[in-house]
């Protein structure tokens, strides 16, 4: 559920009228939207993967890996992001870790402390020439083989029909997942991208996959109508206002890795030709506690997202007798973090900064798909709303281009610029 009742009266807001003027464009977006959605195009697709993903297969590939004690995901951006997010929220008996980055204390920190014999090596790469990615997985590999594991025998690799990373799986006959076509890596979460480190941790990928198709069924062309749209058009609308920035602030730690997969999606997508929102990442009630003061007295230039879920295992506080404390014994974790998160969105609202609540029933399998999707669904509406292109990151390949050029992994322009480059000191 979606309530954007705060954003009517705040500044920048957005009167009920000028809701109902963006809900004219709302209806012609779903439209593109639907018509991409039916001819499977690029980026549209991956609104339809409830319908399309096979989760059979993805639960076939990985069952020959046998109770691994660990994961390791070698991937980054959205070959990761999904991964991590959904893995935060189902969990399993394997402790996972993503190798993103190419920290070289940070890899050789991790392979130290790996139960390598032990450890299934997730990489993904959509492209499968992503530098970062690659050159983890050489690493990876080497200190396998170095420890006598045979590397070949624990690796699942998920890709597209073409790359390096193709080429090596091809080579060595490493079990291969495809990135489904028409699906950009951040918008890959309910796909084999996302959906492969779960099914090794034994997680209901079909109640996941259940979630999201209940979120698609919902969409509908007025805002007033599908959550996911009224996020989506209300943050759109907040921007044009002047809500340059979307600090997103789930309470609960579960949606951490969310938070970062939703500051991803929203910059990836949205930010394009001057235009966009830059995301920022905060945790309820932590945050209250240092960036709240920014929000809530700092320029109108932000728009609040509050996230929390209706239900939670919780965990009472007990009684005391010193007497200043004893509003805090009988209640629990959860009432007070609920009572944080009141006061926050009460807080904010009372000093006319927009907020948007959104509540999900339960952070389970079916809550994150839910979730998933609905945040797909309203970036996809934001980009069609601001004329965008939404399933294009030029930005992210210019630097992925010049960094290979100037390790000498091709001819590139991009690389000839930041050679170029006039240093200052
Ligand atoms: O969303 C995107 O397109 C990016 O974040 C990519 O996922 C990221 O750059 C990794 O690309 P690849 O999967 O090709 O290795």
């Known amino acids: 559920q979606v309530d954007i009742g705060n954003v009517l009266s705040a500044t920048p807001g957005v009167s009920r009228d000028g809701l109902e003027r963006l809900d004219d464009d709302v209806a012609v977006a779903h439209e593109r939207i639907e018509t991409g ?50 893995d935060a929220v189902v969990g399993g008996d394997a402790e996972t870790y993503y190798l993103d980055n190419v920290d070289p204390e940070a890899t050789t920190s991790l392979l130290e402390s790996l139960p390598l014999s032990e450890t299934v090596v997730n990489v993904v790469s959509r492209s499968g020439t992503t530098a970062e990615t690659l050159a983890n997985f050489l690493v990876v590999r080497e200190a396998m083989a170095d420890a006598g594991v045979d590397w070949a025998d624990r690796t699942l690799v998920t890709t597209g029909e073409s790359g390096n990373l193709r080429e090596l799986a091809d080579q060595h006959d490493l079990p291969a997942l495809d990135v489904p076509d028409g699906v950009p890596g951040r918008f890959s979460a309910l796909s084999t991208v996302g959906l492969a480190v779960p099914a090794l941790q034994g997680a209901d990928l079909d109640a996941i996959v259940a979630g999201a198709r209940a979120e698609a069924d919902r969409l509908s062309g007025s805002l007033f109508e599908s959550p996911a749209y009224a996020y989506g058009a209300t943050s759109y609308a907040l921007t044009q206002r002047g809500a340059s920035v979307n600090a997103f602030v789930p309470y609960t730690e579960s949606l951490e890795y969310f938070a970062e997969w939703f500051a991803q999606l929203w910059a990836e997508s ?21 960036q709240l003061q920014l929000y809530r007295a700092g320029p109108h230039d932000k728009q609040v997202t509050l996230l929390r879920p209706r239900e939670r295992d919780d965990h009472g506080i007990p ?77 992210v390949e210019w630097g992925k281009k010049a960094a290979r050029g100037l390790l000498g992994g091709g001819d590139f322009a991009e690389a000839d610029a930041v050679a170029d480059k006039t240093r200052l000191v």
């Open 37 to 86: 959605r039916a001819d499977a195009e690029h980026g549209y697709a991956s609104l339809n993967l409830p319908e399309t993903v096979d989760t059979d297969a993805i639960r076939q590939a990985v069952s020959r890996f046998d109770d691994p004690e660990a994961i390791v995901t070698v991937g980054i951006g959205g070959s990761a992001l999904g991964s991590a997010t959904i």
């Open 319 to 395: 009684e005391t007798d010193l007497e200043g404390l004893s509003y805090l014994g009988g209640s629990s974790l959860g009432d007070l973090l609920d009572a944080e998160f009141e006061a926050t969105e009460a807080s904010l609202a009372a000093a006319g900064v927009p907020n948007v609540r959104i509540e999900v029933d339960r952070v389970d399998a079916q809550g994150i798909g839910e979730l998933l999707y609905a945040m797909e669904a309203a970036c996809v509406l934001y980009g069609e709303l601001a004329n965008v292109s939404t399933f294009t990151q030029p930005a």
């Open 270 to 290: 949205l930010g394009k030709d001057g235009l966009g929102q830059t995301p920022a990442r905060a945790l309820g009630a932590t945050d209250q506690h240092s």
